[in-house]
């Protein structure tokens, strides 16, 4: 006889105790998280003004202060990001250990290579953000001055410009991990995904001409290009999960 779902699912008060030590899991994950990132931001502050120059080396913008506490503010935000970044593994990893519990089915091994992985795609989408997306998009925004117009960028607004696709970039890359990871819970299959390739190429566009700082195409290539392949990547991994699902099973 099929199975019933009452034979699959564990029982309500299970399921609601389950997502309570959670909850509870997290909240401390998050404390600590918090306090690693307060640690990190600190030495972060004191790298502010280096950080800062390299920014501003590699997009060649001369900068301003347009207010007595700007660049004050600015370096904290700018050490806050540090700490956000020099902690991202631990963020990654505490919560991943926090969410475990809800899915049996993901063994410690395994979290440890979607926590890998995580940092690993995080940091790469970073340093592309940094080398390629973010001088170039820059540049090509700053030839737009004329004879009569010289751009000199506020500095809070550019430390806000240059955290925003940093990160944006970051978690982007992550792309391949989420499909993966949603595979294996069951929210989606490889085979629909596949299917369905025209419609991600579709989306991938929007999210690049969104996210990228230029409009023109090359820029917007240079963003599509790399999203597309990981999608790809992501296809991959879900199918090759999906198959060793099913040799275990």
Not at 53 to 73: D, K, N, S
Not at 98 to 120: D, E, K, S
Not at 126 to 138: A, E, M, Q, R, T
Not at 235 to 242: E, I, K, P, V, Y
């Amino acid at each position: 006889m099929p199975t019933t779902d009452a034979t699959t699912q564990p029982p309500a008060d299970e399921r609601a105790d389950r997502l309570y030590r959670v909850l509870q899991s997290l909240r401390t994950s998050f404390i600590r998280i918090g306090v690693v990132v307060l640690l990190f931001s600190i030495g972060g502050y004191f790298l502010a003004e280096s950080i800062l120059r390299l920014l501003q080396r590699l997009t060649g913008v001369r900068l301003a202060a347009y207010g007595i506490p700007e660049t004050f503010f600015s370096f904290l935000n700018l050490g806050l990001a540090f700490g956000v970044c020099a902690g991202m593994p631990y963020i990654l990893y505490a919560i991943l250990a926090g969410v475990r519990p809800l899915y049996p089915t993901l063994n410690r091994g395994t979290m440890r290579g979607f926590w890998l992985a995580a940092v690993v795609l995080f940091c790469a989408g970073v340093l592309f953000c940094l080398n390629i997306s973010l001088p170039y998009g820059v540049q090509f925004l700053l030839e737009f001055e004329g004879p009569n117009i010289e751009a000199i960028i506020s500095v809070q607004k550019f430390v806000s410009f240059c955290l925003l696709f940093l990160f944006g970039f970051g978690f982007i890359f992550e792309l391949p991990l989420a499909m993966i990871l949603a595979g294996r819970i069951g929210i989606v299959t490889y085979q629909k995904l596949a299917r369905n390739r025209r419609y991600a190429a579709l989306v991938i566009t929007i999210v690049s001409a969104v996210l990228t700082p230029t409009p023109d195409a090359f820029n917007l290539a240079m963003m599509a290009v790399p999203l597309y392949l990981l999608f790809e990547l992501g296809l991959l991994g879900m199918r090759f999960n999906s198959a060793a699902a099913r040799a275990g099973g």
